[in-house]
């Protein structure tokens, strides 16, 4: 199946993971994850349309389906969240805003629900160009998380060079948090970082009991896993 094809006859959907207020246990919104029964590994298709040169085309595609998909349930309409993976290239391709002009005046979703979380994959060397199109979504009314923090070193100027209203931690951080002092250091310091500049933390990758209580001890807030909730089909969402 040609990457081609798969784009145009739209072959996947998405699931949605909550993301959780875990001192009250509310739902502060939904991750929509891409998913495909041709590419059971979602990157698979990501990584097929690099090497094609089509990226764009599905990172649109992806973005139109998931925003429609989760306007057409009730929780669209309860204002909670809605996070859509991005790569930096899609946002800085200059067909992007006015597709985003257009799928907007068409949804039943407010701009303020919506996150782009800039992905840490394709961070660019020169940040110019993509503060700038961060800057034209929030005049917009939209919101961006840096993804995966701390999976690569060039987190590090993301986080001081973008302006964004969340920060996600990778899954690294909660690999055995409970028993890890260096890992809990680390988190308390980047907690601690979060308060100073008033931008929230979502802790990725919570398994288990032991590591919600570790993340809560460590004052976190938000955060998502298997052990919170699984990713969602569009009948689960509430």
């Not at 001192?23 to 991750?31: A, H, S």
């Not at 590090?156 to 899954?171: G, N, P, V």
């Amino acid at each position: 199946m040609s990457i081609d094809n798969f784009i145009k006859k739209e072959q996947f959907y998405h699931f949605y993971q909550p993301i959780y207020d875990i001192t009250t246990m509310n739902i502060l919104g939904y991750e929509a994850l891409l998913r495909s029964s041709i590419h059971k590994n979602p990157m698979d298709a990501f990584q097929l349309a690099i090497n094609e040169k089509k990226l764009y085309e599905l990172d649109m595609r992806s973005i139109h389906k998931a925003l429609f998909s989760y306007g057409n349930v009730g929780s669209a309409k309860s204002n909670r969240k809605l996070f859509l993976n991005v790569f930096p290239s899609t946002i800085l391709n200059q067909k992007f805003f006015p597709f985003l002009t257009k799928i907007m005046s068409l949804s039943t979703i407010k701009s303020q629900q919506i996150i782009f979380e800039i992905s840490e994959s394709e961070l660019p060397e020169n940040f110019h160009d993509l503060r700038y199109c961060i800057n034209k979504l929030t005049e917009l009314g939209f919101d961006v998380a840096i993804d995966d923090f701390g999976k690569g070193f060039a987190n590090f100027e993301a986080l001081t060079k973008i302006d964004s209203a969340f920060i996600k931690l990778d899954r690294f951080f909660t690999s055995d948090l409970h028993q890890t002092p260096k890992k809990q250091s680390l988190l308390k310091h980047l907690m601690d970082y979060s308060k100073e500049f008033h931008t929230p933390i979502i802790l990725e990758g919570i398994e288990n009991e032991l590591t919600k209580e570790a993340a809560l001890d460590l004052g976190v807030i938000y955060a998502q896993g298997f052990g919170l909730s699984k990713p969602l089909s569009l009948s689960e969402v509430i």
